[in-house]
């Protein structure tokens, strides 16, 4: 994973290039080793069972530092609709208490003040769009479609 990094700035010492990619055991006590260190969590396809939903946000808030973001993208496929399992594991992790799910700036025409994600999560859909063949298209738009969202771990909080 760490092989796909390239750094364009070759002046700069390696402790300001630090990136890390690693895979992701989930659980507390596997995520506690690596608490608060995560300032971007990046995930697919990881709430087709709901089983998981909670220790998959306890794992986010656990591994991210305070302010830190996680961008999850969902994908709709045969015998499957992203819709209903996208909100039942938002609404597992708006019960827990320590993430919050960010707005999508300016996919209503509006903008967020509070919004510290550069891109504009419907941008993110839009572009995942333009990457897939028709036939993967007809697919998604009958199961809902592609889904982005983006998670932010509250500041101080703890988890209820």
Known sequence: INRNFVF???SSSSEERFIMATPLSWGF?????YMDTADVI?????????????ILAETFGT?????GI????????AG????????GFLSV??????LEVLPDNNANGSSSDDLDWPLPVSSVSKLLSQCISKEEQTLLNGTGGAKVVVLRKKMGRKFR
């Open 42 to 54: 990046i995930g697919s396809d990881l709430t087709y069972n709901s089983g998981t939903w909670k």
């Open 8 to 10: 364009d700035d070759e």
């Open 63 to 67: 591994i991210l530092k305070p302010g």
């Open 29 to 33: 006590l596997d995520a506690s080793d």
């Open 80 to 87: 499957f609709n992203v819709n209903g399992e996208l909100n």
């Open 70 to 77: 996680v961008m999850y993208l969902s994908l709709g496929h």
């Open 93 to 98: 992790v708006t019960s827990l208490g320590q």
